[in-house]
């Protein structure tokens, strides 16, 4: 029989005998010896992929045996319904969806320890392509398992939900709705967080319905934020709402006195209202009738306009001038102050 020499320690070696490894072929004492050095056969990339498809087994094992307690409750008030859901935890989903998270990351770790067998090209496009779908599955996995979890729910619907997911306008808006429908408190509640977000007129619409609701407290805060955003209605409000109680008129008269000192019309005509009638403090209509006069001048608002013309009529703090009366009177009565429209008050 033909003999060849081993190509490690050139000892003469049947041919059948012979055992061929990365050295060539080697006689079985040296074969022994290189795999020893070589150490454990790295795994194959095909491994991975059967790991791969046992996950996809797991994932649809945990889909499919899906099962969990529900429950929900929901309940009504003024401007707000809410249902919530609960749902306990879907054991199956969870236990089955956590073995696949395990066996993707072992194939992830399989993936990155095999080594080519053949063509290198192939090899490293088939574990590119591996970690692709490995990662997709291992994002649904994820979810399925956070989805399975204990959580509860909630939807809500209503003018309260409706304003905190639309603008201070909408809040606005929604407000003169519910207190159309005579729902003040809910009314309120929504002018305040139109006013909140710096809507002018919703303050003014929060203070008056707060009038009616007996909050004098909230009624003056909401007012004085309104005459702040520049609201000539909130400062009127402000000058005459609180005649008959000493203490909030006082405060009123103070705090529009400063928001006047560097003169704004809405705030300095609130003032010359206060000024005039003696509201909060003594009368002073020789300060009040000029200021009510210019604040007219500039902005327009029917009862400034018709307290000028009053003055100028009757002679508060100016004197009479029944052509300058006239003017006033009827700039009041074209901006909707019907008082002034009459024949008697002109």
Not at 59 to 88: K, P
Not at 155 to 161: D, F, L, N, Q, V
Not at 286 to 312: F, H, K, L, S, T
Request: negative net charge; contains cysteine; aromatic residues 4%.
């Amino acid at each position: 029989m033909e003999k060849k020499l081993c190509a490690a320690c050139g000892t003469p070696v049947a041919e059948a005998d012979l055992l061929y490894a990365e050295q060539g072929a080697l006689c079985p004492t040296c074969w022994a010896e290189a795999q020893e050095e070589a150490g454990p056969e790295p795994p194959r990339l095909r491994g991975a992929w059967l790991k791969l498809g046992g996950t996809a087994l797991l994932l649809a094992l945990a889909f499919s045996c899906s099962s969990r307690t529900h429950s929900e409750t929901s309940f009504q008030m003024s401007g707000i319904s809410q249902r919530t859901v609960h749902l306990g935890a879907d054991l199956p989903t969870l236990i089955l969806g956590g073995l696949a998270i395990i066996a993707l990351l072992a194939t992830v770790v399989n993936a990155f320890r095999a080594r080519p067998r053949g063509s290198r090209l192939l090899f490293h496009g088939s574990r590119l392509a591996l970690l692709g779908i490995d990662l997709v599955a291992l994002l649904a996995a994820s979810a399925a398992v956070w989805h399975a979890r204990r959580h509860s729910s909630t939807t809500r619907s209503g003018p309260i939900a409706e304003c905190e997911d639309g603008t201070a306008a909408r809040c606005n808006d929604l407000g003169v709705n519910a207190r159309d429908e005579e729902h003040l408190m809910l009314a309120a509640g929504l002018f305040h967080d139109a006013c909140t977000r710096g809507h002018a007129l919703g303050c003014t619409n929060e203070g008056e319905v707060r009038m009616r609701t007996g909050e004098p407290d909230k009624a003056f805060g909401a007012f004085l934020a309104g005459c702040k955003l520049g609201a000539d209605g909130a400062c009127q409000d402000l000058a005459g709402q609180f005649a008959g109680d000493a203490s909030h008129a006082t405060k009123a008269r103070q705090a529009l006195e400063d928001l006047c000192e560097s003169w704004d019309p809405a705030p300095c005509g609130g003032l010359s209202t206060m000024l005039l009638l003696g509201i909060g403090g003594p009368q002073d209509p020789r300060r009040g009738a000029p200021m009510a006069r210019r604040a007219c001048d500039e902005q327009g608002v029917g009862v400034v306009c018709n307290n000028a013309g009053i003055a100028y009529l009757k002679g508060l703090g100016v004197d009479p001038d029944p052509a300058v009366a006239q003017t006033y009177l009827s700039k009041a009565c074209a901006a909707g102050w019907k008082q002034a429209c009459r024949d008697d008050a002109r």
